[in-house]
């Protein structure tokens, strides 16, 4: 089965020798592209974009084709004019660990080689699932796994733990832990210089990944190169996104499905997340004096009821089950979607995949 990538409204798209790039910004009343020659410039060269009439910015470089580290800087009521923020529909972002987790987009090229690889069909009644967390997987040493903590060395074969751990269990289905871009560093253990006090983490990491910063982007931290080195920098190269598909089709492979633990109903509150610098309130839930609504506990609840944060969640998880081959996905704090929302993702995830496992946690103090 041939399955087709979906195409997405916004970020970059190379065709032939050309590169668009688009993001939507309607109270915006300037936006540059930023193109940077390495993760850790600061600054790079602006170019300013052309604003359409229902608010997006466009632009179409030559001269940015894949592999081109680009941001947009944006100027306007609800935006930061001295702050370079990535794309939010990144398809692969470079991060740095720390705090503010900074990050910037990668062009890419998202084609790869998927043989005959298409969805793995289970009986809902038959279903048998594990949840994991790719890097718990193969951390120890008893894995003997040769790439420890990575999506890589998840799938090695012959080791004692990972992959084959799973299938020897006799599990039909592994529910993987966020894998979508988040951030992994967080406010510092009882730093009186932080921005907020942390007394409640000592280690200032967010190990789980109910943080995501970028629904595109994999987590490039459990890539072959991933590093947790304050202040370096992950996903220089892009390379988690053959990886993760490589993980997946492995376990295609193994007659294993895949469903991935998503979090749309909040975003990571400590990093300079692309979202709340474009425009917060189109994105997010505020109160009468715009502050974010958290009835998630998570410190912000996305606007999943707008338009545009409604386009993106559906376009994401359409995103990730196709170009990614993903059977399934498991929602947190599932009831912070919107009703219409929620039963948008079941009919148009069904379109495509009459065959798609869709759990959902079902607390959540929601706003229907």
Known sequence: MNIKNTQLSYGAFVSNNNTTFKIHAPKTTHAYLVIFNLPEDETGVEYEMTKQNNGDFTIESHDAGVGTIYGFRLEGPLNDPNLIIADPYSKAAITQNSMHHVAKSLVVDDTYDWEDDTWIQIDPRDLVIYEMHVRDMTAHPTSTANQKGTYAGLIEAGQNGGIEHIKAMGVNTVQILPIQDFANFEVPF??????????????GRNHWG????????????????GTDIPGSWNGRDGRSINEIKDMVKAFHKKDIAVIMDVVYNHVSNFDWHPLKYIDREMYFRLDKDGDYITRSGCGNDTRSEHPKMRQLILESVKYWMTAYHVDGFRFDLGNLIDAETRQLIIDELKAINPHVILLAEPWGNGYD
């Open 210 to 225: 109910y943080m995501t910063t970028f629904f595109f982007a994999p987590e490039s931290y459990y890539a072959s190169d």
């Open 190 to 203: 009882k730093d009186n210089k932080a921005p907020i006090y942390n007394d409640w983490n000592p280690y």
